[in-house]
């Protein structure tokens, strides 16, 4: 009787000597809702640079738009797929509120052509004749903040390089470089949504207009 009490006093024991260590393991969410761990949010330096984003491409992928050369002769501004990337966790707050929260992250990726091989530009693989993604090209990053970034409609811009490889800060870039051009045409709250299906298919709010004001009334440009 008193070697099956001391078993089950041990077995008891271990049991909760289990049960406490345990306890004190983080709990990590479901792999199907790996994004419940939080939000990455923007990180500066002690100037106010921001750092590149950790880790961008396990983000949500939302498109790839593309500018080459040939089409936009003699040079194109940004000849390369933009393959652009939302943070996860604003992404699925945009997803329940169709605004994107402050703190949203897009990263755009630019990623150059294969060498073209025919006089348009495109070449021919094995699955046919067109455009192949190839090296990677620097970044852009945009990010939402509407009392930091003030002077450019709550967004800021910055540029990682046009070349890799990319910095690992940057600066905020002035409002006519690339503000300028998202307050002026880009669908919804200065992003280009009408390129990207995955975010224009996210109800607009009640109440919302989506469509944007010429920048000669935007009072968000300075004359």
């Known amino acids: ?57 396990e983000w949500v992928y939302v498109g790839s738009p593309l500018t080459p050369n040939f089409l936009n002769p003699p040079q194109a501004n940004f000849p390369e797929f933009h393959n652009v990337y939302i943070e996860p966790g604003s992404y699925e707050i945009y997803k329940k509120t169709g605004v994107f929260p ?5 990263v755009k990726e630019l990623q150059l052509m294969q060498p073209a091989t025919h006089p348009d530009g495109s070449r021919t693989e094995p699955s046919g004749k067109g455009f192949f993604p190839g090296a990677f090209n620097g970044a852009d990053v945009t990010v939402k903040d509407t009392e930091r970034y003030k002077a450019t409609d709550g967004w800021g811009y910055y540029n990682f390089n046009h070349h890799e490889p990319k910095a690992a800060t940057a600066k905020v870039r002035p409002i006519e470089e690339c503000a300028y051009c998202h307050i002026a045409s880009a669908k919804r709250d200065d992003v280009w949504t009408q ?15 989506p469509s944007k004001m010429p920048p000669s009334e935007n009072p968000s440009i300075k004359k």
């Open 1 to 57: 009787m008193r070697r099956t009490a001391l078993a089950i006093s041990t077995i008891l024991g271990a049991g909760a000597l289990a049960t406490a260590v345990f306890a004190q393991q983080p709990q990590l969410p479901p792999p199907d809702d790996w994004h419940a761990t939080g939000r990455y949010l923007p990180e500066y330096t002690k100037d106010g640079d921001l750092i590149l984003p950790k880790n961008f491409h």
């Open 102 to 106: 402050e703190g949203t992250i897009f």
């Open 195 to 209: 390129f990207y299906a995955l975010l224009d298919q996210v109800p607009v709010p009640a109440g919302q207009n």
